[in-house]
């Protein structure tokens, strides 16, 4: 059982940790997967990517979450063996075969996706019957409001879905179509312009797919990056669904990660030393803030001192990571209290996407704390 504390003030009270920790709000993550069920048309599946840590596929279970986008035989692994009741779709364009036999023949997974011939003969050649639903993927335009453009490694030209499309027909397998409009998309009219694009495949392949899938790419609002509300992205879509009229038996399917899990956990970090303008800390872009290097997404930030109030002057900081390579620094610098100091902490919010995901274990540090917040 994880720790449980009432709030944050609450961990450093009774943890006073040297060590990074992540803060969960199940209770966060409910919320989100009700407004997402709220206005989405279909079924919802978690891409596991984001935030695979056990307590938070606990939490979005918990919520109601039983289908699951997973890139990997390990993902696939983590969640059929966790929940026995649970659906996982494999969602990489590119697997091995080896992966492929394991999740048809030991995890039972019959969804897979695909954006090259190649790849769809390898699927029908490594797995032995025709009960697969086969996802085509297309490749959406590039976007200046999203920030992480997928569609520059996956998703094939409309041409090349219609191919597809036929040869899955002519296989005796059920088809599908989906699109990832990228990560951190600030335009809800994306998904309007990808579903356009669904429809031209439909009208060019003469085919009613099985499923059409509208991927993951919701935004969280992050400092100075404000998106619009995820009501307007799911408004988008359900308007470009009636334009497409599917027919009822097709399915509709999301892959949300981010938007489900950002504003759910915040990380506890510690001030290991300042020298002058410079604070060096537990965790760094090696670890839970890759994020902030790879991008110019920011998170808030607020210092926390046991016993004493922090100065309320502001005064502009680099950052430091605990690693002894010295890229590990975040860009920019930022606002913290003037007398920010060893031993002071400092909560950085809307960490639930694609950190502790991506952390690594470079020179020996490896964020792994997770506590559980009530409020
Ligand atoms: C295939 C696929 N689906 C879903 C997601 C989740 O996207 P997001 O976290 O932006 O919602 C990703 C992210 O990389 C992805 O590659």
């Not at 596991?48 to 109601?64: E, Q, R, T, W």
């Not at 390990?74 to 063996?81: L, R």
């Not at 019959?110 to 085509?136: G, S, W």
């Not at 899990?261 to 970090?269: F, H």
């Amino acid at each position: 059982m994880p720790q449980q504390f009432a709030n944050v003030d609450d961990v450093v009270e009774a943890l006073r940790p040297s060590y990074p920790v992540y803060c969960l709000r199940p209770q966060t993550l409910r919320r989100q997967v009700q407004r997402f069920d709220a206005g989405f048309p279909g079924t919802v599946l978690y891409a596991v990517k984001c935030n695979p840590h056990p307590l938070v596929l606990d939490a979005l279970y918990a919520a109601g979450i039983t289908h699951f986008d997973t890139a990997s035989l390990p993902e696939i692994a983590a969640v059929a063996e966790r929940y026995g009741d649970a659906t996982c779709y494999f969602m990489h364009p590119v697997k091995s075969r080896a992966a492929i036999q394991a999740a048809y023949g030991i995890y039972g997974v019959r969804h897979y996706v695909v954006d090259h011939p190649v790849e769809l003969a390898k699927l029908l050649d490594e797995t032995p019957a025709r009960d697969l639903v086969i996802v085509v993927r297309i490749k959406t335009p590039s976007d200046p409001h999203t920030v992480f453009d997928l569609s520059t490694k996956f998703g094939c030209d409309i041409e090349t879905a219609v191919t597809l499309l036929e040869t899955i027909d002519k296989a005796g397998c059920r088809s599908g179509l989906a699109f990832h409009v990228g990560s951190q998309c600030g335009a809800p009219a994306a998904f309007a312009t990808a579903l356009d694009l669904v429809a031209q495949a439909m009208r060019r392949s003469a085919r009613a797919p099985s499923l059409i899938d509208v991927g993951g790419g919701f935004p969280a609002s992050y400092v100075g990056a404000e998106v619009p509300a995820l009501e307007a992205y799911l408004h988008e879509i359900r308007d470009a669904l009636a334009r497409l009229a599917p027919p009822p038996e097709t399915a509709v399917l999301a892959e949300p990660g981010r938007v489900l899990v950002a504003d759910a956990c915040s990380l506890l970090v510690q001030i290991q030393l300042r020298k002058e303008q410079s604070l060096y800390l537990n965790d760094g872009i090696f670890g839970s803030l890759s994020e902030m290097a790879l991008s110019s997404l920011r998170m808030p930030m607020r210092l926390i001192r046991r016993g004493a109030t922090p100065a309320t002057d502001m005064q502009a900081f680099t950052l430091y990571g605990p690693t002894c390579d010295s890229l590990d620094v975040l860009p920019g610098r930022f606002d913290l209290p003037a007398d920010a100091r060893e031993g002071d902490w400092i909560e950085i919010g809307q960490l639930g996407a694609y950190s502790n995901a991506l952390a690594t274990r470079f020179n020996g540090f490896f964020p792994e704390t997770f506590v559980t917040l009530t409020a």
